[in-house]
């Protein structure tokens, strides 16, 4: 399956001289997977699957944001680890939270409740981008220590010149771009140096996150 912002190229990848087939679309857990990643419709499709469990008041706020966690949110994050998370996903990744929580909690938007008192009334925080992000710093490290055709792709140049328009995203310089906001700046460069010491990497995500020495 192939994603792009213009029509579907047609690709030709081979395995022990075997064509894989092209497809626009499949099944994964019993979900459909489609060229334009419609996960947050899968998700909340999830979502609506099990709302007499998540809307039911007789189990405690708590219970239900696991249940949510364990059955809902890994639909939403499914291949987020090659994620460029642009100011508008990250919008509609954010809103998606909140529309996750204002009907567990059935806060209607009528109701005019602002998003930091329903998460104080949920007693959680805001934490899909931050666990979005931590996948992909260990699917950094993961891709360059095992140094093969990820490790090319990520690390590689493509000869040519790019398509008219705004420049894309990288997804590299994306991930930099919230460490730096995250107190973390490093170049390109030194993050792929130091993402090859397992010791080191795990230790710089920890420091990120807030939670390190």
């Known amino acids: 399956m192939v994603v792009s912002k213009t029509e579907s190229p047609t690709c030709i990848l081979k395995v022990k001289d075997q064509r894989i087939k092209q497809v626009s679309s499949f099944n994964y857990l019993g979900s459909l997977i489609t060229e334009d990643a419609r996960c947050i419709?899968?998700?909340?499709?999830?979502?609506?699957?099990?709302?007499?469990?998540?809307?039911?008041?007789?189990?405690?706020?708590?219970?239900?944001?696991?249940?949510?966690?364990?059955?809902?949110?890994?639909?939403?994050?499914?291949?987020?680890?090659?994620?460029?998370?642009?100011?508008?996903?990250?919008?509609?990744?954010?809103?998606?939270?909140?529309?996750?929580?204002?009907?567990?909690?059935?806060?209607?938007?009528?109701?005019?409740?602002?998003?930091?008192?329903?998460?104080?009334?949920?007693?959680?925080?805001?934490?899909?981008?931050?666990?979005?992000?931590?996948?992909?710093?260990?699917?950094?490290?993961?891709?360059?220590?095992?140094?093969?055709?990820?490790?090319?792709?990520?690390?590689?140049r493509i000869e040519g010149t790019r398509s008219r328009g705004r420049k894309r995203v990288m997804w590299l310089s994306n991930l930099k771009d919230w460490l730096k906001e995250r107190g973390a700046e490093h170049k390109a460069t030194e993050l792929l140096e130091m993402a090859y010491n397992r010791e080191l990497w795990h230790d710089m995500i920890a420091n990120v996150l807030g939670y390190g020495t």
């Not at 509609?92 to 806060?107: A, D, N, Q, T, Y």
């Not at 140094?147 to 792709?153: A, I, Q, S, W």
């Open 41 to 156: 419709a899968l998700a909340k499709s999830a979502f609506s699957k099990l709302d007499k469990i998540l809307k039911n008041n007789a189990l405690s706020i708590e219970t239900r944001i696991r249940v949510l966690n364990c059955y809902v949110v890994p639909v939403l994050m499914y291949g987020s680890e090659a994620w460029s998370i642009t100011t508008d996903i990250k919008r509609r990744l954010e809103s998606c939270e909140m529309w996750f929580f204002r009907r567990m909690m059935k806060i209607p938007w009528t109701d005019k409740v602002s998003n930091d008192d329903v998460l104080s009334r949920a007693n959680v925080n805001r934490k899909l981008l931050r666990e979005i992000r931590v996948k992909q710093l260990k699917f950094l490290g993961h891709i360059l220590r095992k140094d093969g055709f990820e490790n090319l792709v990520l690390t590689g």
